[in-house]
């Protein structure tokens, strides 16, 4: 399933039709989600749908849908659910459907193991904006060498909109890395920096899909480039 024109139109979205969806959309969204390959071999990750009696959070949106991530302590854990999740956003997108990731939003039953997680249903406000809308920083701003699907990874949804990432190109790979703190007040309160460097290597695997070419993350190269201020390496698309 070709996700890439959604990109460049999708919107996050606040306001929601409470009316549930329908069990065989949830079904179908199910078995998208089980045919999607992650970033790392090694990544274990669920999930719930949950509804809005059944979650916690401070300014979360209400939406009759909730999907909760959970993960035991691994490699690169927000990263790898980021990456595959957002895959389901843009799925969702594709149907019609809207998201909204949440950085404070949890179940209401305690979960050690919990990540991250997102709002979905049917929007009831505008779902689509135009790219002129897109409020972001320019490729140069993010990124050093040249490469077609960074485009894409521009456009990925972040925290607090900032964007938390840096792609290095060099020699045809593309070098990965991200902060851990967005800095002042606001960002030391914010912890999903790689959940977000997460949906942005999604839009990099969608991209890469569209215009045919490999997308293999590994994390143990030795050649990466010296990571810019405040950045740290997490590995490297080949």
Excluded at 60 to 76: F, M, N, R, T
Excluded at 103 to 121: R, Y
Excluded at 145 to 165: I, T
Excluded at 186 to 192: D, E
């Amino acid at each position: 399933m070709d996700l890439y024109e959604n990109i460049f139109s999708r919107k996050s979205c606040r306001k929601y039709d409470m009316t549930p969806l329908d069990a065989q959309t949830l079904t179908e969204m199910e078995t998208f989600i089980s045919g999607l390959t992650p970033l790392l071999p090694e990544s274990r990750l669920t999930h719930e749908i949950l509804g809005p009696e059944e979650v916690k959070g401070l300014g979360i949106c209400k939406a009759p849908h909730y999907l909760i991530i959970s993960g035991e302590e691994q490699s690169l854990r927000g990263v790898c659910a980021g990456f595959l999740y957002q895959h389901v956003e843009l799925y969702l997108y594709a149907g019609g459907y809207a998201t909204r990731w949440l950085s404070g939003l949890k179940s209401k039953q305690s979960n050690p193991n919990h990540v991250a997680g997102f709002a979905f249903g049917r929007p009831n406000e505008p779902g689509t904006r135009s790219l002129e809308a897109f409020d972001r920083k320019s490729v140069g701003e993010i990124a050093s060498g040249s490469d077609a699907r960074l485009e894409a990874v521009r456009l990925a949804p972040s925290g607090m909109n900032g964007q938390p990432w840096y792609f290095a190109v060099q020699d045809g790979i593309v070098h990965v890395y991200y902060k851990r703190s967005l800095g002042g007040v606001l960002g030391m309160m914010y912890h999903m920096t790689d959940v977000d460097v997460g949906l942005a290597l999604c839009h990099m695997d969608v991209a890469s899909e569209h215009e045919g070419k490999p997308f293999r993350f590994v994390t143990d190269r030795k050649d990466a480039p010296p990571p810019p201020k405040d950045f740290t390496y997490i590995g490297t698309v080949e």
